[in-house]
């Protein structure tokens, strides 16, 4: 059994900014990789960051410099400090993960419940 929780989200004008945390619990024996996807109304599920156990991130191209990814691994959990936000940015936003649940299992994704962004004025 293994749960992501997501936080941190909620409405904000442009410009503002908000974090999201995203909680891994549950029977967890190594967490590969950690992300945030994002997915607007009418429109498919998109990435927008990526980070791996090493540390190494992967942002989208529409994020860079604004969107930054970390994790806390004692915690078993990743952010996404999300600044200067667009009204494009509006989406539902969902955590990721690339984890074992034992140390001889395969790797699963797994994805959370969603955490409603939305930028307006």
């Known amino acids: 059994q293994v749960q992501l929780v997501e936080s941190g989200g909620g409405s904000v004008q442009p410009g503002g900014s908000l974090r999201l945390s995203c909680a891994a619990s549950g029977t967890i024996a190594s967490i590969i990789s950690m992300g945030w996807y994002r997915q607007a109304p009418g429109k498919q599920r998109e990435l927008v960051a990526t980070?791996?156990?090493?540390?190494?991130?992967n942002d989208a191209d529409s994020v860079k410099g604004r969107f930054t990814i970390s994790r806390d691994n004692a915690k078993n959990t990743v952010y996404l400090q999300m600044d200067r936000l667009k009204p494009e940015d509006t989406a539902v936003y969902y955590c990721?993960?690339?984890?074992?649940?034992?140390?001889?299992?395969?790797?699963?994704?797994?994805w959370g419940q969603g955490t409603q962004v939305t930028v307006s004025s």
């Open positions: 990721n993960a690339f984890m074992k649940r034992f140390w001889w299992d395969s790797v699963n994704e797994y």
């Open positions: 980070i791996n156990n090493s540390g190494s991130t």
